[in-house]
């Protein structure tokens, strides 16, 4: 019986104009670049202007994707959004990129997926079952936020962290093909969820603030979780997949804090030439994050055919997961 694969044919992504540095954050909050930098290794972040919405990002960074592909967009099957910071309640932002992007006439499905900054993680996988399923055959995934929304700019302890910004890639199932998605494995833990959480929602009502919540984080909890997590998922990948670190290319983390990404690199004995890295201009873009740094280094040439790619990406839930793509 003939195999489906999923295989990435296209990489996208979209940030917005507004640099927002270390030093002008220092002029907002009680921090200095000195700090930033050597607790996180960020210089900077994007801050979406106003007006400028996720599905913006969202549905810029798929037409990167869509053309990068060469495909018509109304060939697409299904689009999914990874994303924390939806323009509104409803409907989702997948079905306000599905209409941006001019391709409502085929009715394709679109949904959001929202498991925080591992959210693109598990979008990518949800496409990859689909695909293998013989059910859908073009997927767009996009991982988008506008985190700076969603933050308490007196809190020096978070809002230094995040940024904005889009990330998408194309699927295409191949049959019989050598390359693509090889696996993916995802986790959540819902029993610390004091550690990383909004102040506030929709079900539970306002913030004490009055928005509908910021982010809440007890950041060296998180950080020790976050290590942990993604150094037993890249150790579950590798086995799943019979394969030696000595046969990973590229690791491409979640951007939240490079001294996570080193740790994460040294369970892989990765020297850091083959980890993308982005944190240090983007800071933390939660969904986003995965796909904008997979971006650069496909658009740089530095992702070659044949290459083995690990993605891995740890966020609120606590959710998190990985990826094993054959390039
Ligand atoms: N500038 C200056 N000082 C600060 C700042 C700041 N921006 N923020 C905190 N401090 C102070 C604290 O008040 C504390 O001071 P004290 O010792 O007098 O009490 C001191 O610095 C140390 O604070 P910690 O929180 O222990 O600092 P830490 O070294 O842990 O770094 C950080 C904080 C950068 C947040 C780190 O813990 C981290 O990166 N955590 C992980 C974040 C993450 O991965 N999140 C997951 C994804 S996010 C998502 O899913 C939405």
Redesign the pocket.
């Known amino acids: 019986m003939s195999r489906l694969r999923a295989r990435i044919i296209g990489t996208g992504s979209c940030l917005p104009e507004k640099r927002l540095t270390n030093h002008e954050l220092a002029k907002m909050v009680?921090?200095?670049d000195e700090?930033?930098f050597s607790?996180?290794g960020i210089r900077e972040r994007r801050i979406a202007a106003e007006g400028e919405y996720t599905s913006d990002l969202a549905v810029e960074a798929g037409r990167r994707a869509i053309a990068a592909a060469k495909i018509p967009a109304d060939s697409l099957d299904l689009i999914i959004v990874a994303t924390t910071t939806p323009d509104l309640i409803f409907p989702s932002t997948a079905s306000i990129v599905q209409h941006k992007l001019g391709v409502s006439a085929s009715r394709m499905p679109a949904f959001d997926v929202q498991a925080?900054?591992a959210g693109f993680i598990h979008a990518l996988a949800i496409a990859d079952q689909f695909i293998r399923a013989g059910t859908c055959w073009r997927v767009l995934v996009i991982g988008a936020e506008t985190t700076s929304r969603i933050l308490d700019w007196q809190d020096?302890?978070t809002c230094?962290?995040f940024g904005d910004g889009a990330g998408a890639v194309v699927l295409e199932a191949e049959i019989d093909g050598e390359r693509g998605i090889l696996s993916t494995h995802l986790h959540a833990d819902g029993s610390q969820l004091e550690l990383?959480l909004t102040d506030g929602g929709i079900s539970r009502g306002k913030s004490p603030q009055g928005g509908l919540g910021v982010?809440r984080?007890q950041?060296?909890e998180?950080?020790k979780q976050?290590v942990k997590a993604m150094e037993s998922c890249v150790d579950e990948t590798l086995l799943a997949n019979n394969v030696s670190k000595e046969q990973i290319d590229w690791l491409v983390p979640h951007q939240?804090?490079i001294r996570?990404i080193q740790s994460t690199a040294k369970r892989l004995g990765m020297p850091m030439e083959r980890v993308a890295v982005t944190v240090d201009r983007h800071g933390?873009t939660?969904a986003a994050s995965v796909p904008l740094a997979l971006d650069e280094v496909v658009r740089s040439g530095q992702i070659q055919p044949g290459h083995r790619v690990m993605m891995v990406a740890?966020?609120?839930g606590f959710t998190w997961g990985s990826a094993l793509v054959r390039w």
């Open positions: 009680d921090t200095s700090w930033i607790r996180t925080v900054c020096r302890g230094i962290l990383l982010i984080m950041g060296n998180v950080f976050a939240a804090n996570i933390n939660s740890f966020g609120g």
